[in-house]
């Protein structure tokens, strides 16, 4: 079970980390009304008090006689995580892609230890490295693919792999990355990268999302992803970032449900690089990103905080 920690006590949290709650759904029950209209006779008085006890009788009969509905309402179902089953986070593997430059190989380890300690999450989540046209990411809870300077090559059949497990539900955080070993850190936080480009171009990319892969947006700071479950009122740290010009997360919704959530901040690089200061934030972040694929995939699209 998850219980209130660090400085966030969401209750989208408490709702999607514990598999064996009971969802309580209220049925609206049927309602018989009856309007009786009252019939007046100048001579047969009594006979109209015999017809009106006649006919309320006949009515409550009626009413408790009445035939159930042909067709019932049916049983309201929430999804949950069944105790025990995996959940997977994907690492994406594309050509080209450099370990420990494009991709850091211990980040989403690192994540999900961070996430076990922390939260006491009841459903033991899990990591693979798998490329986009494996049936496999077809039952990931959350694609995770980054990138620094690398030549992406993606092929047709991993852009129609990406595309199914998108249009299903499926949730994918991108994100701009400084290499393990780097100098370069004052260049993180910058749009027009490399990545950022050809990432973007991607989406757009007729056999992926077409025109809806080029429909961003900026994430508010009441978004329930900074809120999930450790609390970031100020919206993303922005640790890994130094005379940047970004500032916010970039989304993209599709039938109101985000989709793809993407990074020029340099966060991960926190979550796999272990000597890193100041990693803590970094790593509540991306705990929060868990609970919010676990809420969208069990759950349905949280609602945004008030600030």
Not at 145 to 151: A, P, Q
Not at 267 to 279: K, M, Q, V
Request: aromatic content about 8%; glycine content about 8%.
């Amino acid at each position: 079970m998850i219980r209130p920690g660090g400085t966030g006590d969401a209750p989208i949290a408490w709702a999607l980390c514990r598999p064996s709650s009971k969802w309580l759904t209220s049925s609206a029950r049927d309602l018989g009304i009856y309007n009786m209209a009252t019939v007046h006779h100048p001579i047969r008085r009594s006979s109209t008090s015999l017809v009106l006890t006649l006919m309320l009788g006949t009515s409550a009969l009626a009413q408790d006689e009445r035939p159930p509905l042909s067709i019932p309402q049916p049983e309201r179902q929430l999804a949950m995580p069944t105790p025990g089953d995996p959940l997977t986070i994907v690492q994406v593997n594309y050509n080209n892609a450099v370990k420990e430059r494009d991709y850091l190989s211990q980040a989403v380890l690192e994540l999900i230890a961070f996430t076990r300690i922390s939260t006491q999450l009841e459903v033991p989540l899990h990591s693979r490295t798998l490329t986009l046209d494996d049936p496999k990411i077809a039952d990931a809870l959350m694609l995770y693919m980054t990138g620094f300077d690398c030549v992406m090559q993606v092929s047709d059949r991993e852009k129609k792999g990406l595309a199914h497990y998108l249009r299903r539900g499926g949730l994918l955080f991108a994100e701009d990355i400084l290499p393990l070993e780097t100098n370069f850190r004052t260049s993180a936080g910058v749009a027009g990268t490399p990545f950022d480009r050809q990432f973007k171009a991607l989406l757009k990319d007729p056999q992926v999302l077409g025109i809806d892969g080029g429909r961003w947006r900026k994430l508010p700071k009441n978004d329930p992803l900074y809120s999930a479950y450790f609390d970031f009122p100020d919206g993303p740290p922005l640790s890994g970032t130094n005379r940047g010009n970004v500032f916010a997360l970039e989304a993209i919704e599709l039938k109101g449900r985000i989709a793809v959530i993407f990074s020029d901040l340099n966060i991960s690089w926190f979550w796999g690089n272990r000597d890193a200061e100041g990693r803590d934030r970094s790593l509540q972040f991306g705990t929060n990103l868990l609970i919010c694929a676990l809420a969208q995939k069990y759950a349905g699209q949280p609602l945004p905080v008030r600030r």
